[in-house]
DNA sequence: CATGAATGAGAGTTCATTCAT
DNA sequence: GATGAATGAACTCTCATTCAT
């Protein structure tokens, strides 16, 4: 068995391996470079090896996908350190912007690139998605509780808040900010993040 | 004469056939779908017969860009009536989150799909779109004129609002809404932009 | 019949006009410019038109070369007017050259590119450039017959000179003087002519 | 280490074959002929296959070349072996028209056909020729040196000879001699080469 | 007389994928 | 376990040519 464990580990180095160069070639040339040709060019290998670990390239944006997802929950979920749930809430979206900004690519992956179908496929990276979003509904719903929120409807407080965020780092990926100096749309993200932090307080 | 106009008309209709091709490629199958051959195939004739109406393939892009533009802005400017600048505001908002749910190919166009160069060239659609967007802000301006806000900082205001106005339609659009039951999602957004827009008089 | 000479007329200068469009082509961007398109589209008609004048792109090309062969013809045969043999066979292959380094492309197109077949289809243009020919075999035949040459094999004679033209005209037409500076290549052909005029009067 | 070296071998037999069907188009339709899809065809692969072998199309281009020029050089040095200079420098011009006449379809690459761009960039099969070209001028010098001439004007003897030899080849390459009947054209040849010869050697 | 409209054929190239070894 | 070899299908684009009007 210790045989079995040890192929078991490289099975699995290997596919690291494959997935690393694939987020590699997706972060530094997007989404259609990633073929299953530069991916075995990238590491070494042939095209047909590709397969002995993923099934098809869809297989391979599924991982991807998950990786994305698990980058994610590390950048956002040391919020949950933070007692009090609005603390605890501002610290969240703070964070989740940062992640936008950060990984560009990775946020486009999980909240932009239309999934090819898998992603409802993909059971893991939905179960991981949903347990940071509960997270978040459930930071809102502590606030809620504490009201410090006029308002009880905590489902449209929680999707209000990730509409701006989302809004705010999606227009930052997809470059729809040409109409602003380029050194000026950090700074802008920044002014308006406090301001709906603000706008939140009297929700 | 009349001749002159018949054949005129006839190759804006078969420009038109192309363009409503390729749009419901874009909207059925995505953008990669949107080949060539994929529109002759779909009209009917044959790939070069294309070239007759259109230069190159990214002719074809922008003047679906282009379109997509013009729907919006015909879609959104009646706001402009509107004497009043809060009202006028409010309904402009809506127009846009109406625009995106309505047409979300045509927003995802606008706003999502990763413009392949065309969208700088397309000077056109650029000038359009940035028409459309003045006068978004110089409403909000008009808001801040008058009063509207404690705070005066235009630019911020107006960028959270389409923050939030953007967020709530692509997350519509690209599918991200699936941990809400397809029939709640419509009222949620209803609900989130009556609740924005609560927000944005405490701002 | 004066409707039928003017009707002839027109027909005459409207494939004279796809002709000089034609050749146009050929001088500024070589044989591979030379479509039917490119051609219907610098005179202003549609590529339909050309087809009422010339029956095939094939056709065009044959009159490109009579064509060729008519100005390579006035090139040359002033030299005609020489009385002397031997000074008028040295002027004409003098003018040949000539013609070569003046019409690189009309000289490609008679002696160089690999007629498609209608070379020998192309009576008038095989005429025409027997006519000259004969001109410069009869010179030669003169200057044996004077006794300019040792020799008496006229037909070797002849051959052996237009070797050497066809040679020095064409490595310079088709750029194989790549080893010898740009600058020099001209000095170099005129310093080899008259070298062969020097080995000419040996032979 | 058997089998690498049997798989090299036949990747190397593949390149052969593709290049073989590369010739033949050429020398059967001309350049044009030769494009990806009918090498395919020819030799009943796919046109993706002569991707696995060349790069692209420029590649096969450039191998032809060098072939070419491999060829050639093999069939003129011999006459390398010979030391008195002015023996060597006519065997080499009686193998310099030779290998024209025996591969037209090499000697048109080389020395007609225009590159494609290729040409500069093939930097192997320029040094091969310029190998060639230097041991012909290097002859020609010797002969200078030893007073077979009585020019001193090494590079202008040396690029006369030239011309005459090119002029012949490629009249005879290019179908250029239809005026002289087809079983006389090789005699012509030879006797023009045995009249240059004795024309050299009162330069 | 002229042409607008159309097309079949063909160009170079890339890709995901399969399969025998 | 790994891969070399191969391919069918797809891509954008250009061309000579035809034909009804």
Known sequence: MGIIERKEREKEEMRRLILDAALRLFREKGLDAV?????????????ATIYLYYKD????????QYEAAAVK????????????????LVEFGRRYVDFGMKHPDLYDLLFITRAPMEFIENQQCWTLGMAVHSFFTETVQACVDQRYFKSTD??????????????????FVRERMRM???????????KSFAMIVKMAESI
């Open 35 to 47: 073929s299953i040709r530069n991916i075995a060019e990238s590491i070494e290998y042939s095209p």
């Open 57 to 64: 390239k869809s297989e391979i944006l599924s991982a991807l």
């Open 73 to 88: 929950r590390d950048h956002v979920m040391p919020a949950a350190a933070i007692e009090n749930p609005w603390e605890r």
């Open 154 to 171: 905590t489902e449209t407080i929680a999707y209000t808040l990730w509409c701006h965020a989302h809004g705010l780092v999606s227009l």
């Open 180 to 190: 602003y100096p380029e050194e000026k749309r950090q700074e802008l993200a920044q």
